[in-house]
């Protein structure tokens, strides 16, 4: 879990909590002898009773940024497993005020890689774009790869979408996969590298790839946020 500074937030907002592969599932003591939740149906409550409040943030809304792989099988014993996390994104929205997010490779919505139905404050992105609280937010679901595996489409239908995401200058791109980052070794698609630094800067929320710091600036400015097994709790300054 981290704790990251904004120069500012849209007026009314506290925080924005961002975050991806939470592919975990809560502790046997937690469970109480019933099934193990996913970790990320538990960590909202947890998040919300427990972390935020220690941050001393004035009263506002807090809105979610879901980078996607929130699955994980329930024997923890098997890496890449698919499943349903429809729960996932219900438990966000039962904690803070706005969900924005996009699919992971292994993310099932009922039992299908299909476009959830979600009602406002939750928004699915799959090459669109949504705007709350001022800020417009732009989504891609999925990995570049073989269409006919769920949530991948091929990598030059996935920059195509990508630039033209782009060019309608949201604040925001929210991807499941992402630029990678060279210089500093971390792994991710040279391709949409390339494709977002050729536009104006944007904030890149990622995940898909594990990084081992969480924050990168590519050459045009834009700021690359990996939130892959992480929480990432942006708020402006606090007192
Ligand atoms: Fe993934």
Redesign the pocket.
């Known amino acids: 879990m981290h704790h990251g500074l904004v120069d500012e937030l849209p007026k009314g907002m506290s925080a924005i909590i961002a975050t991806a592969?939470l592919q975990g599932r809560e502790t046997f003591e937690s469970a109480g002898g019933k099934p193990l939740r996913l970790l990320g149906e538990v960590l909202p409550a947890i998040l919300a009773d427990e972390i935020i409040p220690n941050f001393g943030l004035a009263n506002g809304r807090i809105g979610v940024l879901l980078a996607?792989?929130f699955y994980t099988v329930p024997a923890l014993d098997k890496r890449g497993g698919s499943g349903d996390v429809t729960s996932v994104w219900q438990a966000f929205a039962d904690e803070f005020d706005w969900i924005v997010g996009v699919a992971?490779?292994?993310d099932l919505f009922g039992d299908a890689a299909t476009r959830p139905r979600f009602t406002t404050p939750v928004h699915f992105l799959d090459n669109d774009i949504v705007t709350i609280d001022e800020l417009p937010i732009a989504g891609l679901s999925g990995?570049p790869g073989n269409p006919r595996r769920p949530w991948r489409r091929t990598e030059d239908d996935f920059v195509v979408a990508l630039e033209l995401l782009l060019s309608d200058s949201p604040a925001i791109v929210m991807m499941?996969?992402g630029p990678d980052v060279p210089d500093s070794g971390h792994r991710g698609s040279p391709r949409i590298r390339q494709v977002v630094e050729q536009a104006e800067p944007v904030l890149v929320v990622r995940?898909?790839s594990h990084w081992k710091e969480p924050l990168a600036t590519l050459s045009n400015g834009t700021q690359v946020l990996n939130v892959d097994a992480r929480v990432i709790i942006l708020t402006g300054e606090t007192s």
């Open positions: 592969d996607g792989d992971g490779n292994h990995i499941h996969d995940g898909h």
